[in-house]
């Protein structure tokens, strides 16, 4: 019978570094946001039905750093979108934001 080893790993976080990645906008993780955020946005308005092009041309990006946090916000400006997006009793829904929610890096 082998007796057993104790291992034992301690992890010790640069609390300054963390920073530095996840809310420097000119930092990897700040990169990879964005690069997320136009992949979303891409995806959006391929997916977004063209009768005259106003809700596609309407979907833009905005990267943010507000509350010290990089963040892509993916923003629809047509006041109609909802409806496409969710229907209506009479008329399907046509969804496009919801799948441009998955994308993957």
């Known amino acids: 019978m082998s007796k057993g080893v ?3 790993v301690e992890w010790k976080i640069d609390q300054a570094a963390v920073d530095r990645l996840t809310k420097d906008p000119a930092g990897p993780t700040g ?3 964005k690069a997320t955020g136009a ?3 891409a995806k959006a308005e391929a997916g977004a039905p063209v009768d005259t092009g106003a809700l596609r041309g309407s979907i833009t ?3 943010t750093t507000d509350s010290g946090e990089v963040a892509a916000l993916i ?3 047509a006041p109609y979108w909802h409806f ?3 229907g209506t009793r009479y008329q399907r829904p046509r ?4 799948p441009a929610a998955q994308v993957t890096v």
């Open 84 to 86: 496409v997006e969710f």
């Open 31 to 33: 990169q990879l946001v």
């Open 61 to 63: 990006q905005r990267d």
């Open 75 to 77: 923003v629809v400006t």
């Open 6 to 8: 104790d291992v034992s």
């Open 39 to 41: 992949k979303a946005r």
């Open 95 to 98: 969804p496009f934001m919801r």
